[in-house]
């Protein structure tokens, strides 16, 4: 792991999420705590319904938490509801969201769903053709460029996802269950990209994910249960409950 003296690309200060009240109140995420730096590349554990959703859209500045801070590259983005910042543009600036399915445009062709990104974020014209032609060549999918998503496979899809993710080269990069589609040599593959994209690029990573035969690849992991964040070593990590 390489990481630089900038501000961390993410950090969570007691974060909480509560839904409904009184006799409903359910507590989603409680007091979670957690820095991520530039660089560095960490798994998210939990079993299902253990807040671990909630706890990445409150990062990703998609569900902003009930109470607690949230601090991209140093500034306090929210605070409990509040922003304090244009949170559609700092998504589109800051942050980079890879998912379990890659959500690529069908009728767009792979460099195509990278270009949207970039016109997105006001790049146009040759430069964008450029950056989206090095990015998918990078992945190792420029061959592939001008094919059209349902003529590749699932691991090319989800590279092509990566790219459209980093065209705007994000601080910190959230990728959620980006493996589960794919089988075991393939998804080792996508966990080693977000590793070497990570350390390359200084970028922040968090993954979460079911997989725990790839935990060698992070260079930490956290564990989500009952809406209560833990770190542990990958040893520990191995051991944990993730269904």
Known sequence: MTTTSQPPAIETIAISKIYGSGNTEVIALHEASMTIKRGEVVALLGPSGSGKSTLLSAIGLINPPTSGQILIDGKVVMDGPKSF????????????????????IPFLSALENVLISLSISGVEGRPAKQ??????????VADRAKNLPAALSGGQQQR?????????????LLA???TAALDSKLGRQVMELFREIGHKNQAGVL?????????DVF???????DGVLT???ASEAAH????
């Open 219 to 225: 260079d930490r992991t956290l564990h989500l249960e």
């Open 231 to 233: 770190e542990h070593d």
């Open 160 to 172: 092509v996802a990566v790219a459209r993710a980093l065209a705007n080269t994000p601080s910190l």
């Open 240 to 243: 944990l409950p993730n269904h």
């Open 131 to 140: 950056r989206a032609m090095e990015l998918l060549d990078s992945l190792g």
């Open 85 to 104: 910042v244009d949170l559609q543009r700092y998504r589109r600036e800051r942050l980079g969201f890879i998912f379990q399915k890659s959500n690529l």
């Open 176 to 178: 959620d269950e980006p």
């Open 207 to 215: 993954v979460v994910t079911h997989d725990q035969r790839a935990l």
